[in-house]
């Protein structure tokens, strides 16, 4: 990395990102695009620096003399993250990464000696996990043709998983413009797997967003049957179309349906406490208000989403939160309100040290009532 280079970057950057409401990932994209004369190897040392000191904002808030971009630069390299993290005078949540809400949260959630596990999980880098189109390949392929390329592990837990050992430019790959594979985190697999979706059945993937989800479980019709992709953000249907264009679904349409389906599935917007590692800075946007609103927002999409469900159908409710107001709590909220039953033991899953991100999704019948 050369340093002053990287550092002039750095610096704009970050004064960029204290005047703007963009997530840093875009604040970062559009720089980059503005900027292509920064190589490769810069580009990953710049964003590297720049996720850890958003990881670590409070720290450097308590250990920098002052809030200039460079000043914050320079603390953040030569401070001593263990040793601080170590240090009793310093109040636990910033020690920890957080703030003083999510604290508050994860401990009565999860106790003290978990959410201090926790926070250390959400404050390093996440996997780069990846599932296999089968539609096109299976893992097994893939993996004997990166053999000796690539270092790899198959998922323990998702059948079509496979998790690089570090990044890797994975979308210039031919395998991905064939569309051999997407990137997709273990845990979200997880959650698609839920729609046990069969050929010939109708299924609404409502809060589509780019489709992952759907991309996952389309396999399993065969070609057969219908899938409806519903988002309020046209743009990122667009994304979605790309990307199933490019996976050869073909039986996908971006409509509501006319009838009602067998599954739908809820992504819900949630407060991401997940999967934070990929997206620190949304830690420090997070607090009672939010996931008050957010409570309110889940529980009139599923609303929505429930008059698309025929009678004996079945919804998942899924998030990527880990904190029990926007998953058990709302599952309770449902079952109550709107005549469900919990068909099994919801998925919870924890963000994992190297491995899946946080998520929850709980399938719910649809009762036939007379």
């Known amino acids: ?30 720089y980059f695009r503005a900027h292509k004369s920064i190589g490769a190897h810069d580009r990953r040392a710049i964003g590297e620096t720049l996720y850890g000191m958003v ?5 450097i808030d308590h250990c920098s003399r002052t809030n200039h971009s460079l000043d914050r630069l320079s603390c953040y390299r030569t401070i001593s993250l263990e040793h601080y993290c170590n240090d009793p005078t310093i109040p636990e949540p910033i020690r ?36 296999a189109n ?26 079509a998983g496979i998790q690089f050992q570090k990044r890797e430019a994975l979308f210039a790959l031919p395998e991905f413009q064939a569309g051999l594979f ?13 729609v046990e979706a069969k050929p ?19 396999p399993l019709m065969q070609g057969k049957g219908q899938i409806y992709l519903y988002d309020n953000r046209p743009w990122i249907l667009t994304e979605a179309r790309k990307r199933l264009r490019r996976a050869g679904i073909q039986n996908a349409q971006f409509v509501l349906p006319k009838k009602q389906v067998d599954w739908v599935l809820a992504d819900v917007p949630c407060s991401g406490t997940g999967t934070l590692r990929r997206n620190p800075d949304a830690k420090w946007k997070i607090d ?65 040290d190297g491995g899946m991100d946080g ?7 649809k009762q036939n009532l007379i």
């Not at 050369?2 to 005047?19: E, G, M, N, Q, T």
């Not at 089968?134 to 059948?159: H, N, Q, V």
């Open 55 to 59: 990881r670590w904002k409070t720290l």
């Open 96 to 131: 920890l990464g957080v703030n003083d809400f999510l604290y508050g949260r994860f401990t009565t959630a999860f106790g003290i000696e978990k959410t201090r596990e926790l926070c250390r999980i959400l404050n390093s880098p996440a996997p780069v996990t990846i599932r």
């Open 200 to 218: 010939g059945e109708h299924i609404l993937d409502y809060c589509s967003g780019s489709g992952g989800k759907t991309l996952a479980f389309a």
């Open 288 to 352: 009672s208000p939010m996931i008050d609103r957010l409570v309110q927002q889940q529980r009139e999409i599923v609303a929505e989403a429930l008059v698309h469900l025929k009678p004996g159908g079945r919804l998942v409710y899924a998030t990527c939160s880990i904190l029990p107001d926007e998953n058990q709590n709302q599952i309770d909220y449902f079952i109550k309100t709107h005549s469900l039953v919990l068909e099994k033991e919801p998925l919870a899953l924890l963000p994992q």
């Open 182 to 194: 997407e990137v997709q985190d273990e845990g979200s697999q997880l959650v698609a797997n839920l």
């Open 134 to 159: 089968l539609l096109k390949t299976t893992p097994e392929d893939l993996m004997k043709l990166w053999e000796g390329k690539f270092a790899l592990t198959r998922c323990k837990k998702a059948a």
């Open 1 to 30: 990395m050369r340093l002053p280079f990287c550092d002039h970057h750095i610096s704009v950057i970050l004064d960029a990102y204290a005047k703007s409401e963009k997530p840093l990932d875009l604040l970062l994209s559009e």
């Open 359 to 365: 998520f929850f999704a709980a399938v719910l019948k």
